[in-house]
């Protein structure tokens, strides 16, 4: 599923971090503590995983988990 990827890349990209506790109601930055360097390199890991191409509009209407896997699911 879209969301066991996404975990995955997080847990390659910030592999410090625990992502145990995860959820789609996860805050990006402030639950997942990610940086915008962190952030940008997740954006990065979608677009390879997934194979799309996010635009910096869409990137800012990532607030929370669920918003990245409803953006995938439409793609």
Known sequence: ????KLKEILERIMPDNDYSNITE????KNDLGLNS?????LVLGIEEEFNVEIHNINADEFKKVKDVINYLDKK
Do not use: N, P, T, V
Not at 1 to 4: A, L, P, Q, T, Y
Not at 25 to 28: L, N, P, Q, R, V
């Open 1 to 4: 599923s879209s969301f066991i």
């Open 37 to 41: 360097i962190g952030f940008l390199y």
């Open 25 to 28: 109601e996860s805050d990006i």
